[in-house]
């Protein structure tokens, strides 16, 4: 089998060869350090070995649970939010058809809707309204299982699904991730008798898709969550070596620390394939969130291509010089479209005729990093060799162990997150929610200055 292969050819015209290789023992450095779990943040680090320690029971409890939700229901609901949701949709949207949400609603093969995410009014309304006459299930996630936007989606959904489908069915529909004994969501759990999950204490949100959080919901949507955990382990082998040349998830950490010390800022994840677009979404979490620290960090954005070379490629070919591009590429498609001749050629695309899609957006690709590395952008690329579960699951792995080092490198604590709690208290505090009376006040003599 092969792997995925990172190329930095493109990004050494703007950092030196010698430079790059004087990050080796800092980089063996940090690996040891994740190894032997010395450093910041290391109750965090469940997810280092967890494709090879994964069991096959554990596996097969996953799929029986999703079996009785594809079985008995229409549409599954994951609730959850940041890293307890956007691993499943990074994963079932790349591995969907892309009209999959037109198709015909049935049991046995469930649509995934995602809710919980946000606190949108409408979106709520509307995803009541349109689950009014359908069989419905609900997977509910979230480790602290406090979160508020998923406790209000799940509080929604509970007392719809039991008026609809009966305190019985929905007790059989509805399925609790989180933590082992705390949080509201393990009591309701528990007390309603729900089948449950743990997440384990030493796995943070954004780093859970390999444990129930992403493959509960991978697997009812009827993708191989066996072979997804073949490909993370087979990464979590190569990104062992301890030799950074050789490991790709060492030396795209050392390039991209090197980037920013030159003052390359921003880094732009770039795909030519639309599916991945929730998979450049839960990257741009696991690195926001884990390196933002500390007045520190890349900026993390996205981009599909050539979708956003319509918007956003004006700014990357000549705006600021402070970013660079990491390029997903999917070597080959699953389809076979080739381009039709037409003997009137009104619209002169006849010099395509006979050519694959793929082919054209292929040259898309090749002609739009030649153009940014002109333009002065620095550009590595990630082949892919195609879409599927197992490569899913070595792009993951081969992101989290990158963002590991990278962040040790940057000399932060990857692996929590004290900046998202800012908005939650004044939003508590604005909320009059009990215990937080004196923010409360503290807040609204701030407004009424
Ligand atoms: O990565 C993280 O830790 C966060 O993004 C969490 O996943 C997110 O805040 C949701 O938290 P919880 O699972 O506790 O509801």
């Not at 979590?236 to 790709?248: G, I, K, Q, R």
């Not at 940014?372 to 197992?390: A, F, Q, T």
């Amino acid at each position: 089998m092969e792997n995925i292969q990172l190329s930095i050819e493109k990004a050494l015209g703007f950092i030196s060869k010698e430079k790059l290789a004087s990050y080796e023992p800092k980089v063996r450095t940090c690996m040891e350090t994740l190894e032997k779990g010395t450093g910041l943040g290391n109750d965090f680090l469940g997810w280092l070995h967890l494709p090879s320690s994964i069991t096959q029971e554990h596996l097969n409890d996953l799929k029986a649970t999703a079996n009785v939700l594809r079985e008995n229901c229409e549409v599954v609901v994951v609730a959850g939010i940041g890293g307890s949701y956007l691993g499943a949709r990074a994963v079932i949207e790349a591995l969907s058809n892309s009209l999959a949400w037109l198709s015909e609603k049935k049991a046995g093969q469930p649509v995934i809707l995602f809710a919980g995410n946000n606190i949108s009014e409408d979106y709520l309304y509307e995803l009541t309204e349109y689950l009014k006459d359908k069989k419905f299930g609900v997977i509910n996630i979230s480790k602290s299982g406090t979160t508020t936007e998923t406790a209000l989606a799940f509080r929604l959904l509970k007392e719809q699904c039991e008026k609809q489908r009966g305190k019985e069915m929905a007790r059989k529909v509805i399925v609790a991730i989180t933590d082992a004994k705390k949080g509201a969501a393990r009591i309701t759990a528990d007390k309603e008798g729900y089948k449950s999950f743990i997440i384990p204490d030493n796995v943070g949100g954004r780093f859970s898709v390999l444990t129930p959080v992403g493959l509960l919901p991978i697997a009812v949507a009827g993708f191989d969550i066996e072979q997804l955990i073949n490909g993370a382990r087979d990464m979590e082998t190569v990104c062992a070596n301890e030799n950074m040349m050789e490991n790709p998830a060492a030396l795209y950490a050392a390039i991209r620390n090197e980037l920013y010390q030159t003052g390359k800022k921003i880094e732009i994840l770039v795909n030519f394939q639309p599916k991945l677009h929730y998979f450049m979404e839960w990257w741009k979490q696991l690195y926001g969130e884990s390196e933002g620290k500390d007045h520190k960090g890349i900026y993390p954005s996205s981009v599909d291509f050539s979708t956003d070379l319509h918007s956003m490629g004006q700014w990357i070919q000549e705006g600021e010089r402070s970013i660079y591009e990491t390029v997903v590429s999917i070597e080959s498609p699953e389809h076979e479209l080739r381009v039709p001749t037409d003997e009137e050629n009104l619209d002169g695309l006849n010099f395509l005729a006979g050519k694959r899609v793929d082919e054209i957006n292929k040259m898309a690709e090749l002609g739009t990093q030649l153009a940014h590395v002109d333009g002065g952008v620095p550009n590595m690329r990630i082949s892919v060799p195609k879409l599927d579960e197992y490569y899913l699951g070595q792009l993951i792995y081969f992101f989290e162990k990158a963002c590991g080092i990278s962040g040790y490198i940057l000399d932060i604590n990857p692996f929590n997150q004290p900046g998202v709690e800012a908005y939650k208290k004044n939003m508590f505090a604005l909320l009059n929610k009990p215990g937080y009376e004196e923010a409360s006040k503290a807040i609204q003599a701030r407004l009424t200055k």
